[in-house]
């Protein structure tokens, strides 16, 4: 440095950094803060309203097996109502074969094949007080007559088919049977009809009788 008045020339070096007044202590500026995780990733409000939706679903997980459950109830009732619907369609199918037969003739070979044999010619018409017996000839010779009633339920004339008439021996297999007629066509709705038959020399080992019609398009004489 130069003074102005002497020009006397001189060197000054400023103060060491400790001699700093003792009352006065630097100040460090605090760091700055760091980011939040939400900032940093840069979703904001849209992370934490996801966040909020995930919660929600957590809190919900078990809603979705409860409807499971009432499904599986609803379903295991269905399925009750489908049995009892196909049950008692087959007790129909059992109890009015015959009618359905009637209407339906060609589900006679279905009931045969279910060895539950329905005769259409049969439908309306049943057989009452059959009875077999024995009479001998002068000339040695055994007839066997069977005899019976035939009446119609129906509410309609039913015609009247052959008679096929089966022996049957002590296991009731048939051994030998004969078709008669009746002498007529048809028989009226609440009408009865009597009929008796005869059968000359029947087999020794026929014990029973059983009576039927000729089914439909039966030729046995």
Known sequence: MRCAKCSHTWREFPPPPSALPDNEIPITPPPPPEPEDV???GEGEGARRKEKRGRGRERGRNLPALRKERRSGYGLIGWLALLVVVAALCAGALLAREQIVQLWPASSKLYGMLQMPVNPNQIGLEFENVKPSKQPEKNGE?????????????RETRPLPRLRIALQNADQQEIYHWTADLGVSELAAGDVLHF?????????AAVGVKVTFVETGGQEQ
């Open 196 to 204: 008796s038959k005869r059968l000359k020399n029947p087999p020794a």
């Open 39 to 41: 900032v940093a990733t």
């Open 142 to 154: 055994m007839f066997l007559i069977v005899s019976g009633d035939i009446r119609n339920v129906a």
